[in-house]
């Protein structure tokens, strides 16, 4: 059976004309579509509240003003330019290896990219999320697949992008909305598509990745798989507020009914804490909420019942479930038994549950640390006065994580110039990038060096007068700042 | 039959110990290097022409000074600090989606990299090359598979370069040379490498790129492989300057006896050229050359047989061959027989033989290149009358290839900030990095983000104080470069 194939027929010609756009013009499609989906809020938001159960306010509101939010950055990130990394170097007779040839570099796009919503956010990582903000910036058409549990806000989705792109000018076919597993899966095996982006689970992301990279033309596959994302509390920090702590992991282990790649998957606290009847009381306060849909509750239940079957597992908070919607487990367990314990301690459990491992000191929660797969991020609670002990810690924190997070909670990743949401294998399958944050961007470009070629021939971020203003590096140095106010046209 | 395993035991050591040193102890090791491998040019450089049989000078001793040369430039990378992308954003509680927390980012090493040395670069692309130049300057422990070709050379640089690095206060196990296919596979599959770069053929990339990305937990591969290399002649370009272009072309497909990557494997003329005679005195005086090994020539030998026995494609100078010396053979066909020809005409032929493809007009010249394979370079021999004929032929050019040159040739591969030696698949695995130039160290980097630590136990990077003097992202601005000579320690 052939597959069907959903990937336009303009797709190319899309990527050649946005190829030839200048940032300060994709700047201006990001906005419209910014706009467009601001304005469409009354409308999307019941929508995809309907469709993902997740509530409105602030859940839903909020993830869709962080979603035009972004667009936006990213149209500051265009007028800035610096993500071209443009760079000048001029001929030099006296270059110690060797004469050198005037030689300039810049990125340009990569070509068309097929993005794979997620499902956990509707907005932010779905059809205008931060894959599509990111793809669209570079200059590189998006055929988007939808995820089959908000399809129908997908579609409305797509279609105001669509249209918003269309009004401010963006060449046709430059962005398209694709449904179904079958189309997704042909969609990546299309010579058309240079790259795909990707947000989900280990096993899904794996199968995709081994297509793309099975390819006779194998592309860069940028999959933000799974995290347990753990979260160490220093003996200081149990001692001077282990109440709010308590608190604070009750509430970011069920937010978005624990939805998030960024839950606390694992808490390592010191034996003794005595902190087990506050546990018990933030985390058994918390109301049951309804999953995203009937194979994520599944899925969950499954995980639930391997993770209570361990020895020396002990459950803390077993919380009920009614249909689809479930209040937070809590489970808890020691650093040895942990070490035994195998795949179902170490995994994600992609729902509202979290494991609390005791340790007897440093040595063992090293041990334990170290013998963790990589995630998304990892979380110190401290004390400043523990400094020393803290930073016997970072080299394991910093090998696990693309993020650290000190006294805080790693749910809620800000979109900002210095954001990292990546990490290696099997945090993604790229440890090199990032899916938030305006270095996202980077994934979709590739360098083109200009060997020689007259001042008229060149792409204006290479030409000598430097017209765009952007900062440059000029033989060697870094050029200042040309200043904020003098930007990429 | 379990495969020996040479990755040595203390590669984790070494890459956490690699991950404390500053920029500027790295700059220290390299530049030690780079003395050592001077020091003993008398010694290296008649091994390399016994193994390799590469005319000593200048092929060799320019090969090992371009060597050092580039050890000691990846020193001034680190000395400079901003390959580090150090970013601060401060917390802001006006953040438009909401209060931002302060969040720091820089890069890290990503961790043991093995590297599969080349055979027609035996110390530019081999033992000290640029992949083990870069992956030590990001603070990487390097594994080194040594190219079978010139073993004995690839030893004892590998002693000289352990030595140096030992002399230089570097970590144990930072460098370690390894022999063998089935070491190298093993080393490719071991769960401590986090990297692998590689520059070969096609055939032996990919294979080694299809077990990369199988591991269990697959990581990066960076496989510089094949390139043809198209170089357009234009219409003024031939009537301007028939005679030079046609002696440029000789001396470029032969350098090396036609061993480089970057070698003009495709020639674009108008037809009518009239240059047939001029190109045959130019190629046909170019003496036999002997090439690399038995291997490299049976497989050249074969190639040659399969353009020969394409419909269409004459021969314009058969080169004679003894044993493993060949002289440059030149074949021609058109733009039409091109189309037609299969991938015998559009592969590259490792060693001294080009193809001439005439061209009716600019349509069919567009033609047949958006019909071409991706590479590393294209090259344009143009007038700058003919910037609009030449404007046209550019988005086809850029699609092609990483580097783009204007009158000069595409072997001879500088140095430098702006470099780029890369592109789409097939010219490398990773389209959007390079494997020559500065930009080759951020392979082997991955950014950590650390949000909300007291400035005391944030990296040197990232303190409030910049006590490095690093050109860094502050709150998006880029800050003005400090100046080069207050770099990093």
Redesign the interface.
């Known amino acids: 059976m052939r597959l069907r194939n959903s990937v336009p027929e303009n797709v190319v010609a899309a990527a ?1 004309n946005a ?2 756009s200048t940032p300060a013009e994709r700047a201006g499609w990001l906005s419209a579509v910014a706009d467009a989906l601001d304005a469409a809020a009354d409308e999307l938001v019941p929508l995809a509240h309907e469709e993902t159960h997740l509530p409105v306010a602030p859940r839903l509101t ?1 993830e869709l ?2 979603t035009t ?2 667009l ?1 950055l990213f149209g ?1 990130v265009l007028r ?1 330019g ?1 993500f071209l ?1 443009a ?3 001029h001929a030099d007779p006296g ?4 004469a ?2 005037d ?3 810049v990125l ?1 796009p ?1 070509g068309p990219v097929l993005v794979f919503a997620a499902s956990n956010f509707p907005f932010a990582f779905s059809v205008a999320g931060g894959d599509t903000a990111s793809a669209l910036a570079a200059g590189c058409p998006v055929v988007l697949k939808a995820h089959p549990g908000h399809e129908g806000l997908s579609t409305r989705t797509g279609e105001i992008v669509t249209a918003a792109l269309a009004a401010a000018g963006a060449p046709d076919g430059l962005f398209s909305v694709i449904h179904g597993v079958e189309e997704g899966v042909a969609a990546l095996k299309d010579p058309r598509i ?1 790259a795909a982006a990707f947000t989900g689970s280990v096993p899904g992301g794996r199968a995709l ?2 297509i793309a ?2 390819r006779p ?4 596959f940028y999959g933000e798989l799974g995290s347990v994302n753990p979260v160490v509390v220093t003996p200081g920090a149990v001692a001077a507020r282990g109440e709010a702590v308590a608190a604070g992991y009750a509430g970011s282990l069920s937010l978005g009914a624990g939805q998030f790649c960024t839950k606390p998957g694992l808490l390592f606290l010191p034996e003794g804490h005595g902190l087990d009847d506050v546990l018990h009381t933030a985390v058994g306060a918390i109301a049951r909420q309804r999953l995203l849909n009937d194979r994520i509750a599944s899925g969950f239940t499954q995980k639930l019942a391997e993770l209570r079957s361990v020895p020396g597992v002990e459950v803390l908070v077993d919380g009920d479930q009614q249909d689809f919607a479930f209040a937070p487990s809590l489970f808890t367990t020691t650093a040895e038994e942990f070490l035994a314990g195998g795949s179902a301690v170490r995994e994600e459990h992609f729902g509202p549950a979290s494991l609390i491992v005791t340790y007897p000191g440093q040595a063992a929660l090293i041990e334990v640390l170290d013998s963790l797969e990589a995630g998304l991020t990892a979380t110190v609670h401290g004390e ?1 006065g523990e ?1 020393a002990y ?2 016997s810690l ?2 394991s924190l ?1 090998r696990l ?8 909670w790693p749910t ?1 990743v ?7 949401h ?5 945090a993604t ?4 990038t ?1 899916s938030v ?1 305006t ?1 996202a961007i ?2 979709f ?10 001042d ?2 060149l792409p204006e971020p290479l030409q000598e007068a430097n017209p765009w203003h952007l ?1 440059r ?1 000029v ?7 040309p200043g ?1 106010h003098r930007r990429c046209p």
């Open positions: 050649r190829a030839g909020g003003a962080r939010f972004q936006r500051e800035d610096g990394g760079t000048v170097d270059w110690p290896m060797g050198r040839p030689l300039r570099r340009v990569l240079s990745f081994d990279v099975s033309v194998p592309i860069p400043t400094a803290v930073r970072l080299p910093t994580a693309g993020r650290l997070l000190w006294n805080d809620g800000t979109v900002s110039w210095a954001q990292q990546g990490g290696p294998y099997p399958t790229a440890p090199t990032t944050g270095a980077e994934r470009l590739r360098p083109i060096a200009w060997q020689g070629f007259p008229a021939l900062p590096r033989d060697g140095l870094s050029q200042a700042d904020r």
